[in-house]
């Protein structure tokens, strides 16, 4: 089956540190992944998406690189702001069908 | 519209009442989900629609959840005999192969 395992959280990081976020997925298919922010208040929205294996996809300094081999799709910020303080959520959907599948969501909180 | 929609963003309600949420999805979506995001916990799939195919019901939790979608737009989740533990926001999307477009939510609370 399919399934999105994402790193635990909460996440707390000072400003400008590095931030990864670990997401690892299982497809019976050729999936493409996702990563969505939830900012406080807001709805869920695309950060990034890769569609096949070594794409990085990458936005507001965010990127993250399917890896076929390893099953992985980690987020990562070399210099994180208050600003980005949110839940991070990776998905992944098969490209035969319109099924999405997401993670459980990592919070992370960036301090002054 | 410009976006998805969902209607009321926010009911409070007894235990053991109805509810019905509404979504309005992005005009020519043909696929609309529903999900549940409770409190410390991520996504819940809970019901999926594609154009006129049946829906994949899923991830409906109990028999008291039920969803329809008329005429292939305006969608309503409907929970009957609600419980305390019903109490989430329920996230609406509506998509294109490959992306989903998420309405800001409704945020149930069962008393």
């Known amino acids: 089956g399919n399934s999105v395992t994402q790193m635990e959280g909460p996440v707390t990081l000072s400003e400008e540190a590095f931030l990864t976020i670990n997401c690892t997925y299982t497809a019976t298919g050729y999936p493409s992944l996702f990563w969505y922010v939830q900012y406080p208040g807001e709805g869920l929205q695309l950060l990034l998406k890769a569609t096949k294996a070594d794409d990085k996809g990458s936005n507001k300094g965010f990127e993250a690189t399917y890896r076929k081999e390893t099953t992985s799709f980690h987020l990562e910020k070399g210099s994180v702001q208050v600003s980005d303080s949110a839940v991070y959520f990776c998905a992944l959907s098969e490209r035969t069908g319109n099924q999405f599948y997401f993670g459980t969501g990592t919070s992370l909180t960036v301090i002054p | 519209g410009a976006g998805v929609s969902q209607s009321p963003s926010n009911k409070v309600t007894e235990k053991g009442k109805d509810v019905e949420l509404r979504c309005d999805p992005i005009s020519g979506h043909t696929a609309l989900y529903w999900y549940r995001q409770s409190l410390g916990q991520g996504l819940e799939f809970l019901i999926y629609f594609q154009g006129n195919s049946a829906p994949d019901k899923s991830g409906l939790p109990s028999d008291r959840f039920s969803a329809e979608r008329t005429g292939g737009s305006v969608s309503t989740l409907t929970i009957q005999r609600t419980q305390q533990e019903d109490s989430a926001v329920y996230l609406c999307?509506?998509?294109?192969?490959?992306?989903?477009?998420f309405g800001p939510g409704t945020r149930l609370t069962v008393l």
């Open positions: 999307a509506s998509s294109l192969p490959g992306k989903q477009f």
